[in-house]
């Protein structure tokens, strides 16, 4: 073998080598960082798995969020309107974070059945659905509008 | 001509052909509804914790069926409106408690009003999956031989139920008569 | 009227640029010099024509026409004039226009500066542009109409903009970013050409350097503009997300710098010139997909593309006419293309192919995470997203090889270079540096590992660039003379290079080296971060044009010495009821003191951000001095000289540096 032809073949195979280790990596890290999502009534039916991360969407309950007194935990529902399903989460919520409003949270479901939110997400615009969350319900607006009708029926009631 | 050279443009026709054919697909296409076919046989308690009921229950005369559940936020916006139906206009609903607890469905009816002839209990949902429901409330209208002759998904109201389901409603009254 | 008449600008540029697109390419394709012609004049007039129409759409916003439909949804008379006019970019059609007048822009100036070239390259380049603008003015007619009356029944007041849009980032980031998109075209464009005339030779690549650099300087700065107004705008002190509409700007720039790197291996030496002219393609591919990716809606989720069918398969069709046409035109011609030169393993020509390998295997990467989602979505395999973590990952794992190879490979020599040569100029530096980086380390105590790697390679690069320096003035009489006839693309190069290296100090630095406190503070109570002492001091309420704040007032003290004091906004916008977070930063060099208000809580409490951010302002004047490296080597005089000679010596391509 001549020497271009011995460096030629050097040239190609650290290429391959290279791209190689790359696809590895890439499949490696893209197993481990796949975030699945569920829906509320998913995870309410027990489908979400217990342990890995996931991405939870629905509309935060209305009269569901409760803060601590003395720290930054807080404790919500959120709901595909049909089943409902308790998030726990310690820090600040996104500025577009209200009862009614549909947001994702990530995070990992406890043995409690609790979610343990890592982070919330809530999009910056009064109409916006995220879009899985809009997706698993029928009638996002009647949905919604249920959702503020219904803290009013409670509150005539009680 | 250089072979290889054709590599590119393979990999983005390929591409393209699963774009196009992942996208034109669409995911919200509904099982086939029950339109014109019997109400599916089954065999649930009571809410109240009476006898069993089953298909032949829900013949003899036009009626709703009404499938609702203490976790769906519209149908506390409903409701108020399918206790008008039934007291001020005589209509006949028949209520599913679909995927619910009874306990709660119970103390439902009972603080809100019980516009319901008779209420199934579907705790398992075995009765909604043969109906094709996909949510909560859903409304089906069936005649008085039990056969499922429309279904209306969302809130009933007081435009709803005279654009969509009052016309229906008649129409069976009128085939009975 | 002026609507309509901005309408019917829009429409005879598209008539023009159909006679743009069709009549050169037919004249040059059978010589007839007369049909070439029309090339140029139309280029100009489509300009004329764009600019009017868009003319016509910002009157329409600067006087509150709610007629049209597209004001009416962007923008609200309690507007501030600035933000009404940076309002006609702010949404879907408006920056498809300023996307068609962007490129009408740079098809105007490749007309303008292209006197010296020759008559049917100008002809094919400027007709391929005017396909593109044929594509895109038709979609903007067809389907996305920004003139669309709402007549008789229009709404007395608008919309509003969103909040988070009322902005000076957002003001000029999507015209520059425009700018590097759209600026790829023109590689594009030259790419096509080459290959329609069978001339991929050397004077091809000369000629389109200059242009591909300007487009990525834009890029460069674009992108550095929407990070930066990331940081301050959205509240919570991150300054990249992995999110799709970023790396949708984020692929064509990786590729765009392996194109600019490709080019000069094309210009100088006659290989990769095959490599090259897919490059171009796929920089030019990348950025079309990037502007549909985020403009059809398609990520936020596939059914809002399948809910508007029209705009969809138009987008799809589009794409697949030009990419799929110039794949079928590079497959068809490309092939007789024959390497010039030959060189061995350890060379420049070595060093920059593993560049573009490692650039493009990166972009493949980040398409990957970025279109899995949407691919999963349609197919039904389920919901699923591809979190940062997964770029976190994979990006830097890449970056490490392709640092390392910045440093060890910038001054190498073309064609040949000695392996104990090479150890021989590098051991100094390469032991200097681990030195340094190790010190730096240990002074800093913190995360080892990050700190040691990063440190280590940026130094590396710093090095390379030294060494560089070192050889480039070997010869010269005194450092001062030598620095003095450092030609400007040199300067460049390096300038750009180190801008590299201080991109990454700030960007692993902030990442790793961050104080981040969310807390619950009352007013009176303080709080430590860093050397700094910030006491919360009370809040309140102040009107602005279209929102009123909730300010807070923070001190922030050094020791005892109250060196400045911070006013975090919690905004609520009237119109459209939106609240928005406005952060206070203290800004430096070496760190950044960053607080922004969250919510009230109970007892007169606010939940509070507090960030102490090291080196971040690093990432964004790295990027800068990436630009600036690029306008150097734009404005050397070399191109120009350049030019005027491959007029005369056309086609075998001559080396003229």
Same mark, same amino acid.
């Given at each position: 073998m001549n020497p271009k032809r011995r460096q030629k073949l050097a040239l190609i195979g650290l290429l391959v080598l290279g791209v190689g280790a790359a696809v590895g990596l890439t499949l490696f890290a893209l197993k481990q960082n796949i975030n699945l999502y569920y829906d509320a009534s998913a995870v309410a039916r027990g489908e979400a798995p217990v342990g890995p991360s996931f991405r939870l969407g629905g509309l935060v309950v209305v009269g569901s969020v409760l803060r601590a007194s003395d720290s930054l935990k807080v404790e919500f529902r959120l709901t595909d309107c049909e089943r409902e399903v308790p998030v726990r989460f310690q820090g600040i919520l996104p500025d577009l974070f209200r009862e009614g409003q549909g947001i994702i949270a990530m995070g990992k479901l406890g043995a409690d059945g609790v979610v343990e939110a890592s982070e919330v997400l809530a999009k910056h615009d009064e109409n916006y659905m995220p879009p899985e969350v809009a997706e698993g319900m029928k009638d996002v607006d009647a949905c919604r509008a249920a959702q503020k009708a219904m803290a009013k029926a409670l509150e005539a009631r009680s | 001509m250089n072979r290889q050279l054709f590599i590119p443009l393979l990999v983005f026709v390929a591409l393209c052909v699963l774009l196009y054919q992942g996208l034109s697909m669409d995911p919200r296409l509904l099982p086939s509804e029950l339109v014109d076919e019997p109400v599916p046989a089954f065999s649930l308690p009571a809410l109240d914790g009476g006898a069993t009921l089953g298909a032949? &229950? #829900?013949?003899g005369k036009p009626r709703l069926l009404n499938v609702w559940a203490t976790?769906? @936020?519209s149908c506390y916006t409903e409701h108020p409106y399918l206790l008008t139906l039934a007291k001020e206009q005589g209509v006949s609903i028949v209520g #599913? &408690? %679909?995927?619910?607890e009874p306990a709660k469905a119970r103390d439902y009816l009972a603080r809100l009003g019980n516009p319901y002839e008779t209420v199934i209990s579907d705790e398992p949902g075995r009765l909604g999956i043969d109906l094709g429901v %996909?949510?909560? @409330?859903e409304t089906f209208v069936i005649d008085a031989k039990g056969v499922v002759r429309f279904r209306f998904v969302g809130v009933i109201d007081e435009r709803s139920w005279n654009k969509e389901l009052k016309p229906v409603l008649d129409r069976l009254q009128a085939e009975q008569d | 009227m002026i609507p309509e008449l901005g309408h019917f600008a829009l429409i005879t540029a598209f008539v023009v640029a159909s006679f743009q697109a069709l009549i050169p390419l037919w004249g040059a394709q059978t010589g007839q010099n007369r049909l070439m012609a029309v090339a140029r004049p139309a280029a100009f007039l489509q300009f004329a024509l764009l600019s009017l129409a868009f003319a016509c759409l910002t009157q329409a916003f600067v006087v509150n026409d709610f007629t049209v439909a597209y004001v009416a949804q962007n923008s609200n008379s309690l507007l501030p004039l600035r933000y009404r006019i940076s309002a006609v970019w702010g949404a879907h059609e408006g920056s498809l226009l300023l996307w068609a007048l962007t490129l009408a822009g740079w098809t105007a100036a490749v007309a303008l500066f292209s006197r010296r070239l020759p008559r049917e390259m100008v002809a094919r380049v400027l007709g391929v542009m005017g396909v593109i603008a044929v594509g895109f003015l038709s979609f903007l007619l067809f389907t996305s109409n920004p003139f669309r009356r709402l007549l008789p029944d229009f709404p007395l007041d608008g919309g509003d903009l969103n909040p988070l849009l009322q902005d000076f980032g957002l003001i000029v980031h999507p015209p520059l970013l425009y700018m590097g998109y759209v600026g790829f075209s023109v590689a594009f464009a030259f790419a096509i050409a080459a290959l329609l005339a069978g001339r991929l030779d050397s004077a091809w690549a000369r000629w389109s350097r200059p242009w591909t650099t300007v487009a990525w300087c834009f890029l460069t700065v674009g992108i550095a503009l929407g990070s930066w107004w990331a940081y301050y705008e959205l509240g919570w002190g991150g300054w990249w997300f992995w999110d799709p509409v970023e790396n949708a700007s984020f692929m064509p720039w990786l590729v765009g710098t392996g194109l600019i790197h490709s080019l000069a291996v094309s210009e100088k030496r006659g290989v990769f010139k095959s490599w090259t002219v897919l490059l171009a393609i796929a920089a030019f591919s990348l950025s079309l997909l990037g502007t549909f990716l985020v403009r059809s809606g398609v990520l936020t989720s596939v059914h809002a593309f399948a809910s508007d069918p029209v705009r969809g398969l138009f987008i799809l069709g589009f794409l697949g006419v030009i990419v799929g046409g110039s794949l079928l035109i590079y497959a068809l011609r490309a092939g007789g293309v024959r390497s010039e030169g030959s060189f061995e393993l350890l060379s420049r020509e070595t060093g920059l192919l593993l560049n573009n390998v490692i650039l493009a295997v990166c972009a493949l990467v980040i398409l990957l995470g970025t279109l899995l989602p949407l691919l999963s979505d349609a197919f039904g395999w389920g919901k699923l997203s591809v979190g940062p973590p997964y770029f976190n990952t994979v990006f830097p794992a890449l970056m490490v090889p392709l640092f390392f190879l910045m440093g060890a490979g910038a001054w190498l020599r073309w064609k040949r270079h000695g392996l104990a040569e090479w150890f021989r100029r590098a051991r100094f530096s390469l032991a200097l540096c681990l030195v340094l980086a190790l010190g730096l380390t240990l002074w800093l105590g913190k995360k080892p590992m990050a700190v040691f790697g990063v440190s280590f390679l940026a130094l590396w690069i710093l090095a390379g660039v030294w060494i560089d320096l070192g050889d480039k003035l070997k010869h010269a009489l005194s450092w001062t003379a030598g620095l003095r006839r450092l030609s400007r693309s040199q300067w460049g190069m390096l300038l750009a290079h180190a801008g590299i290296a201080v991109c990454a100090l700030g960007a692993v630095f902030t990442t790793v080296l961050s104080e981040e406190h969310d807390l619950r503070l009352t007013p009176g109570q303080s709080v430590a971060v860093a050397d700094y002492r910030l006491a919360f001091s009370g809040l309140k309420e102040v009107d602005g044009p279209n929102y009123q704040a909730m300010r807070g007032e923070f001190q922030v003290y050094e020791g005892e010495a109250l060196l400045t004091t911070l006013y975090p906004e919690k905004r609520a916008y009237t119109v459209n009821r939106t609240s928005m977070t406005e952060a206070a930063i203290k800004p430096g060099l070496l760190h950044d003191l960053y607080v922004s208000l969250g919510e009230p809580l109970d007892g007169g409490a606010w939940a509070v951000r507090v960030y102490y951010k090291p080196l971040v302002r690093w990432i964004w004047l790295g990027a800068l001095l990436m630009a600036l490296g690029g306008a150097l080597a734009v404005s050397d005089p070399r191109y120009r000289l350049a030019r005027q000679q491959a007029k005369a010596s056309l086609g075998k391509g001559v080396e003229a540096a």
């Open positions: - | 032949e &229950n #829900l013949k976790w769906c @936020p #599913l &408690n %679909y995927k619910d %996909y949510g909560a @409330p | -």
